[in-house]
T-cell receptor
Framework: AQSVTQPDIHITVSEGASLELRCNYS??????LFWYVQSPGQGLQLLLK??????LVQGIKGFEAEFKRSQSSFNLRKPSVHWSDAAEYFC?????????????FGAGTILRVKS | DGGITQSPKYLFRKEGQNVTLSCEQN?????MYWYRQDPGQGLRLIYY???????QKGDIAEGYSVSREKKESFPLTVTSAQKNPTAFYLC????????????????FGEGSRLTVL
């Protein structure tokens, strides 16, 4: 069965510092991978996605993520965090080959930004 | 603008009552999904539908029901059989699997928060 692990429940970084949010997945087939961001009381917004090709993908708001098949990881990075990046971040995995194309989500990582 | 509309945004229910959460999309998407979100647990799939008049149970379907009579609408009913219904509910949609160009991205509504009194 598919699963996604986000090891860090909370992360606090200083404004201007770099950020890396970890995501590990378990999936037998070729996955496609997503990072979503959620502000309190809101829906989820897609940051970036990987489905094939270049393993380093660029997203919105200056975020990027790297797919490492050997490590089953898809970590999210940003070189310089802004206070507006404070939110909850979700990693998700899915497959085109599975009926229903359901996405499985990690438990989320809450990012706090200190000034 | 195209998007997904969930209503109501906040809903209060007494124990023993059924409530229905609305989800409407004008993205012309075939597939629609309902997720439940609880703190520290991420999103868990309740029900999903790939086409009109067809839907499948997700991982936590007990105590919930859905219908898909129209492509643009996928209402969720939280029944009195759901033992712990207080949660944030998210509706999502996506275009149907159609080939190499399909990346499976989900588009989400703004959510509905249900509180049982």
């Amino acid at each position: 069965a598919q699963s996604v692990t986000q090891p860090d429940i909370h992360i606090t970084v200083s404004e201007g510092a770099s950020l890396e949010l970890r995501c590990n997945y378990s999936y037998g087939a070729t996955p496609y991978l997503f990072w979503y961001v959620q502000s309190p009381g809101q829906g989820l917004q897609l940051l970036l996605k990987y489905f094939s090709g270049d393993t380093l993908v660029q997203g919105i708001k200056g975020f990027e993520a790297e797919f490492k098949r050997s490590q089953s990881s898809f970590n999210l990075r940003k070189p310089s965090v802004h206070w507006s990046d404070a939110a909850e971040y979700f990693c998700a995995v899915g497959s085109r080959m599975e009926y229903g194309n359901k996405l499985v989500f990690g438990a989320g990582t809450i990012l706090r930004v200190k000034s | 603008d195209g998007g997904i509309t969930q209503s109501p945004k906040y809903l209060f229910r007494k124990e023993g009552q059924n409530v229905t959460l609305s989800c409407e999309q004008n993205l012309n998407h075939d597939a629609m999904y309902w997720y439940r979100q609880d703190p520290g647990q991420g999103l868990r799939l309740i029900y999903y539908s790939q086409i009109v008049n067809d839907f499948q149970k997700g991982d936590i379907a007990e105590g919930y029901s859905v219908s898909r009579e129209k492509k643009e609408s996928f209402p969720l009913t939280v029944t009195s059989a759901q033992k712990n219904p207080t949660a944030f509910y998210l509706c999502a949609s996506r275009s149907r699997l159609s080939g190499a160009g399909d990346t499976g991205e989900l588009f989400f509504g703004e959510g509905s928060r249900l509180t049982v009194l």
